[in-house]
């Protein structure tokens, strides 16, 4: 797990997404979901500034879900528009934010995080 910290992590595989998530919830530590898509521009935008966050934020676990990827997931988690930032905690969805809107994520990310 130490490994992890600190990196937005890509989950390419259903089995994967549920390993992600399932560490997650018994760490009790904050999720935040970006649904993001290839082909997005505003995806492409926000990329760098989730890794960002992600350096500065290691007791916060950053999860990437390509929608044309994992269609299942993104179908699963009623995302129906790129990107999607779902804030996960113990298995719970605790807030959503839709659009690359970097300083309400970073609101929303520091209020779920303590």
Known sequence: ???EEGTVIACHTVDAWNEQLQKG???KKLIVVDFTASWCGPCRFIAPILADFAKKMPHVTFLKVDVDELK???EDWAVEAMPTFMFL???KIVDKVVGAKKDELQL???KHAK
């Open 108 to 110: 929303v990310i520091e």
């Open 72 to 74: 299942s997931v993104a």
């Open 25 to 27: 919830n018994d760490s």
């Open 89 to 91: 905690k113990e298995g």
């Open 1 to 3: 797990m130490a490994g």
